[in-house]
């Protein structure tokens, strides 16, 4: 009888360890998947990113986006951006169908040089088995370029 509680004990550890890690590779993917649609200005694939309509606060000033092409990649590639990086990540809060991240990143240019970093804040949901950004925070909009 102890042999059957400790093996489901362990089973039950197992299966939380495990749940745990499928969420984190989920969220961890997502960032990954909307940095790669980024960087590759895929418009498609980067506005997928976010549930419409989704909560933008950038400086303090709150808009509701329900555009589902609101992001600018045109404007981005007219100035020597190259591509954008994390710097630093951190979860604050990650379940099932939810997490908060805040992510530091850096914007490359030609050469690889960082001219421009910023702090954003993400609210991640989990809707109809489908992750998207439900809420962007960043303090202030990026001082060089787009």
Do not use: Q
Request: glycine share 4%; aromatic share 18%; charged share 25%.
């Amino acid at each position: 009888m102890k042999i059957i509680r400790l093996f489901l004990k362990a089973y039950f550890l197992f299966f939380i360890f495990l749940s745990t890690c499928l969420s984190a590779n989920e969220i961890d993917n997502f960032i990954k998947n909307y940095f790669d649609a980024f960087n590759n200005s895929d418009s498609i694939k980067f506005h997928d990113k976010f549930h419409n309509p989704f909560i933008r606060i950038i400086n303090g000033e709150k808009k509701l986006i329900s555009d589902k092409k609101w992001f600018d990649f045109k404007a981005l590639n007219s100035t020597d951006w190259s591509y954008s990086s994390i710097l630093d990540y951190e979860k604050f809060l990650e379940t099932d169908n939810e997490a908060i991240l805040k992510i530091n990143y850096g914007r490359h240019n030609s050469e690889g040089s960082i001219y421009n970093s910023g702090d954003a804040y993400m609210v991640l949901t989990k809707i109809n088995n489908k992750w998207g950004i439900s809420t962007y925070i960043a303090p202030s909009i990026p001082t060089e370029g787009i």
